[in-house]
């Protein structure tokens, strides 16, 4: 990513010897003790699956748009289509409605923090780093 200008190219650097990128791998490190200092595990769980199942409930409800847009497209078939994926979709929000109700705060911090990513790669895209 540094190598994209995504993050200082001094994370980019690589050592002489194993070619392993150890000033970033310090810094992964740095924030996951940060994580593991900073909550329990069950909140830490939260805070990571939370928007994580919310992103894969959107990826599979895609499936719609995708075959609303290209009906006669190529690809994936899922069986049992719609009710297979509308099932999907439905219990994965099912379960992150319980996720937040049982931990609200690491839930919508983590949501929080993927919503935030939103217009930082607005800019990052109108900066020309994402192509």
Do not use: E, K, W
């Amino acid at each position: 990513m540094s190598r994209d200008n995504l993050f200082p190219a001094a994370l980019a650097t690589l050592h002489p010897v194993t070619q392993a990128p150890v000033r970033a791998t310090i810094v992964l490190a740095t924030l996951a003790s940060a994580f593991v200092v900073s909550g329990s595990f069950s909140q830490i769980v939260t805070f990571f699956l939370c928007p994580t199942l919310v992103l894969v409930a959107l990826a599979a409800a895609a499936l719609f748009v995708i075959r609303r847009r290209h009906p006669d497209a190529p690809g994936f078939r899922a069986p049992g289509y719609p009710l297979t994926p509308a099932l999907f979709v439905l219990l994965l929000l099912v379960v992150v409605a319980f996720i937040a109700l049982a931990y609200p705060v690491p839930a919508l911090a983590g949501c929080a923090l993927v919503l935030i990513g939103l217009p930082l790669y607005r800019v990052l895209l109108l900066r020309g780093a994402l192509g």
